[in-house]
């Protein structure tokens, strides 16, 4: 693995898996991975587990970390080509990221959308530049559409935690919220269900209100309803977020009650846990009956964000060395 963006770049999502837990069953035994490595984790925007798994994963494997906020310790960037920069950018993204790539062996980059242009958006122009002109590997640390490190986590929490028969099902919930949220988890974890459904691992369901349908080519293979009920009966697991509509893009459209997941929703399921990729806001988007009940897997799902940063170096290390 030389890049980690998406499903996509991986070419075993089963030895993926197991990599995952295997470190989490010996989370120091392939130090010598990364001795005299160093990994920069550059943010662009807010992060706590994300930033905080990763440099984790990296110094379990060994690693030097080095960490930058850009959008509070660094200068602002221009991504564009053909420019005069006499306005507020400082540092054009071809120099900024090719230097970066002097000081580390990987770059690991979080940028969240703008939900104005969906074309620019879904195009990844800032993330794909970055790639390009830095000349090592990147690791996703959340992009303007996905975000694969949650995913790749999501996936171990659900490996780790089946007990039953056959194959569990799978629901994606939307759920409340206030403001416009990114697709970039529900694109994600919609990717990687997929994938999964593929391998023959799991049935995924997708419950939306009319109008917040996701981009379709996040989606091959998935069910999907407009019916949470429907979608909930059965379900061993239930994946809750919220996110914007992708055809009127950014907005917060109207939606029927009742989309909030609470106890009494839980009945009509296989006692099914439930998952978040955290932050929640409370009795909002899931109700906080859930969250401090036995069916939640919040913390547990956080908690294996480690484990899946940690496999994805693994595996990028075990290229560079």
Known sequence: MNQFTSVNDVQDIKQLLNDALALKDDPYSLQHLGKNKTIGLVFLNPSLRTRLSTQKAALNLGMNVMVMNMDKEGWALETQDGVVMNGTTVEHIREAAAVMGQYCDILGLRSFPKLVNREEDYNEDFFNKFIKYCGVPVVSLESATRHPLQSLADLVTITETWKG????????????????????????????????QQEGMLDFTIAQPKGYELNEDFTPGANITHNLDEALSGADYIYVKNWSSYKEYGKVLTYPEGWMLNNDKLKGTNDAKVMHCLPVRRDLELSSEILDGPNSLVIHEAGNRLWAAQAVLKQILTGLS
Do not use: D, R, Y
């Open 165 to 196: 028969t056959g194959k569990p099902k799978v629901v994606l919930a939307w759920a409340p919220h206030i403001k416009a949220l990114p697709q970039a988890v529900p694109n994600s974890f919609s990717e990687w269900m997929c994938k999964a």
